[in-house]
């Protein structure tokens, strides 16, 4: 898959990063940070016909990365196409509605890695969070391909804005499908 950007470069051989939720009055705001270097800054307009999401190399917003897009309009279990800067498709990710009533479930698809399943890790807290949504409750997914194997997982931590460390654990999956996949679980996981 080509990266015209550099994006993954970036990274390196790091299997690390964070996500940084930024209080802003006009945008949900998403910093990516792998080895204390800030490597993308996502952007999200509040009150959107249709979701979308756009990340920007470094600090600013002149130069788009790649983003993620709602198929379609109104659909609780929309699919989201993650694009590089130039439409070439990355990767896609849908929420699975029925399955998340109780406990979150995702799933995430690349072209040459398959379709991986992301779920809660604790059916407790998600519970929790379904009873008593005013507790910023830590939560956890781990996603991994049909056969069992370990792909990602995302790791809320505990405090009042949102951090996410996230761990990729199958080198072949792109960068930039991990970090639209981390940030959606904030910017959509209430929806």
Known sequence: MTDPSGFQARFGSND?????QQLRLTV???????????VAVAQQKRMAFR???????????????FGFKARSVVDLGATYEVTAADGSPVGSFR?????????????????GVGECVGRERSQLFAILRRVQDSLPLPYHFDFAAEDGRPV????????????????????ALDRRLACAMAVA????QDR
């Open 16 to 20: 690390h990063f964070e996500v940084r």
């Open 28 to 38: 949900n705001r998403y910093e990516i940070w792998t080895d204390d270097v800030l």
């Open 51 to 65: 979701e979308q999401v756009t990340l920007y190399a470094g600090d600013g917003t002149d130069t788009p990365l």
């Open 95 to 111: 929420k699975d509605f029925r399955r998340s009533l109780l406990r979150s479930t995702w799933h995430l698809s690349q072209p």
């Open 152 to 171: 990602m997982s995302v790791e809320r931590r505990f405090g009042l804005r949102d951090r996410y460390d996230v761990t990729v654990r199958d080198p």
């Open 185 to 188: 679980l904030d910017a959509l």
